[in-house]
């Protein structure tokens, strides 16, 4: 039996909260068994408390690799309820030295998510859901194993139950066309790896099968047309040259919150003709529409989100009023209150119809502004034939789109047995279709780890999905990305990144909380 050190540090559970931990040592230590690192089943630990009381944690079961066990206490000391491990008073514990594959992380603390060895984990073990994985960015290299030896793969077990992965370019686009053997509809569970509660499942047409979709989306279509855009550009263009205007010069500042969450709400306002005073409680709304909630998360019951939800309706509804008691209008709430589809919706089929633009027009679009700084900052060379060619700015936004995959999956349920890649998905299984792995399959995308501003084929890629529910607001998004880049190069010849960005963790949402930068002065 080997004797470590063990490093009691800060973790996020798979509802996203940081977990902050007591204590520095942790023994007896498991025998550290080659790169497997399997703890002995039933093992008592002490752990040394701040005070310096020694309380015995009891793993209850141990039987995963030492990685996962590490997010499954985590997990436990977040939600004590939960029936995976029964804890002392321990919260997480992450082991040092770091083995092969750890890595550190940018405030200094060794993450095991890295060290779960992606060439040498049983395939079986590989659970790419793990919120983990996405807040430490360390998901890319079990995706390659699986595109390499499982591209279809099935997970027994996770936070969000069993699912299958789908990971290679042609096998997505197979599942997302194919929307009879695999349906969004919310009933069936939805577009996400995450089951919405009973009591939050809002109907929307993105979790809707025909004919019911189609006849709702095409309500709204419109004002994604070539025309209404050209109609909106100038004042997203205003707009966002204000923005850029007010930034302060040579001092750092947060790009997220002073400029990507800035545009994107404003751009919302914009679109439904909201108050433009309250517009940052669009993004309120859509943040708690897309938390799950738990302690320290942004609403900790599901009760409290119903009731920020209700919030947004009452204000929606006001709006609903106001606009179907007035002629049509160019903008999204008239289009819904007089659309022959929409007109007739319930309350809670507004709300989720209403909650759907805000969030697909909300985090989608402000990552991949806060992505393009980094992808540039990361890649001076790209940021230098950039400055020389402002005409690349279009296929710069798409390479983004591409390298960002702002939505990491879209989910779908089988509705009957079907074969993919070789493998049988059964009717009722969840199947994820992961568009941030297929957007690095090799076989479709040249060197797609790269980041190449100017490439043959910049709009190849997976971010916006496909088939029937291919983002009706694709041709905005990358319209408001150049409009706010030709409006950066105006101004400002660099924009530096001063640390490393904090990101969200979540395997849907795939983004930032903040980026620190600064425009020299
Ligand atoms: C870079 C920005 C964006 C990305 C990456 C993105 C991504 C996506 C994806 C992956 C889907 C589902 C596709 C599928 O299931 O096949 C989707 C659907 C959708 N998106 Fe976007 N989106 C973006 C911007 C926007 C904007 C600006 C809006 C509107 C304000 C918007 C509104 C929608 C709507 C309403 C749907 C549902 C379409 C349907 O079910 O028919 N999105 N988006």
């Given amino acids: 039996m080997g004797i470590n050190l063990i490093t009691i540090v800060s973790r996020s559970c798979y509802c996203g909260r940081k977990v902050r931990f007591q204590g520095a040592s942790l023994s007896p230590l498991p025998s550290l068994n080659g790169r497997s690192r399997r703890p002995l089943s039933g093992q008592t630990f002490q752990v040394p408390t701040q005070a310096g009381l020694v309380e015995p944690i009891h793993l209850v079961q141990v039987d995963l690799p030492a990685s996962r066990q590490v997010r499954e206490l985590s997990l436990a000391a977040c939600h004590p309820t939960l029936p995976l491990y029964r804890l002392g008073s321990a919260n997480s514990v992450s082991e040092t030295p770091p083995g092969p594959g ?11 998510a890295a060290d779960f060895d992606a060439d040498v ?7 790419v859901s793990d919120v983990e994985l996405w807040r430490t960015d ?19 077990q996770s936070f969000f139950g069993p699912y299958w ?6 096998d997505i686009m197979a599942v997302d066309t194919d929307h009879e053997a695999f349906s969004s509809e919310a009933e069936l569970g939805g577009i996400a790896i995450l089951d919405p509660g009973s009591e939050l499942r809002l109907p929307n047409f993105i979790a809707m099968d025909p ?4 006849a709702q989306r095409k309500t709204v279509s419109p004002i994604f047309s070539p025309s209404s855009l050209a109609r909106m550009e100038p004042l997203i263009r205003e707009r966002a040259g204000r923005i850029l205007d007010e930034l302060p010069i040579g001092e750092t500042f947060d790009w997220v919150d002073r400029v990507s969450i800035e545009l994107t709400t404003q751009m919302l306002a914009t679109l439904f003709d909201f108050p433009f005073e309250d517009r940052r409680k669009l993004t309120y709304w859509s943040d708690v529409a897309t938390a799950i909630p738990g302690p320290g998360s942004l609403v900790e019951t599901e009760d409290a989100k119903l009731a920020v939800l209700m919030e947004c309706l009452a204000a929606f509804t006001q709006l609903w009023n106001e606009r179907v008691n007035a002629p049509p209008q160019g903008d999204l709430i008239s289009m819904l209150a007089h659309g022959e589809a929409t007109r007739n919706m319930s309350p809670m089929e507004y709300l989720g119809n209403v909650g759907l633009l805000i969030v697909g027009g909300n985090d989608t679009t402000r990552n991949t502004i806060t992505g393009s700084v980094l992808a540039l900052n990361q890649n001076p060379d790209q940021y230098a034939k950039l400055r020389a060619n402002p005409e690349l700015i279009p296929s710069m936004v798409s390479e983004t789109v591409r390298w960002q995959t702002p939505l990491a999956h879209m989910r779908r349920t089988a509705t009957r047995d079907v074969e993919v890649g070789g493998k049988t998905i059964k009717k009722g299984d969840k199947v994820i279709m992961w568009y941030v792995s297929g957007n690095r399959d090799d076989a479709v995308i040249e060197n797609p780890n790269a980041y190449i501003i100017d490439r043959e084929r910049p709009r190849q890629h997976l971010s916006f999905g496909f088939g029937i529910h291919r983002c009706v607001g694709n041709r905005l998004a990358e319209m408001q990305l150049r409009v ?17 960005p904090e990101r969200v963790a979540s395997p ?7 980026l620190p930068v600064r425009i020299p002065a």
């Fill in 102 to 112: 750890s890595y550190a992380m940018p405030d200094g603390a060794n993450t095991l």
């Fill in 121 to 127: 984990a049983p395939l079986e073990d590989i659970d």
């Fill in 138 to 156: 360390s998901h890319w290299p079990l995706f390659e194993r699986l595109r390499r030896e499982d591209p279809v793969h099935y997970c027994r």
């Fill in 165 to 170: 992965s789908i990971t290679r370019y042609n």
């Fill in 211 to 214: 004919p019911k979709h189609d």
């Fill in 484 to 500: 706010v880049w030709e409006e950066i190069l105006k101004r400002f010849p660099v924009i530096e990144v001063m640390g490393e």
């Fill in 508 to 514: 849907f949402v795939k983004g930032y909380h903040s």
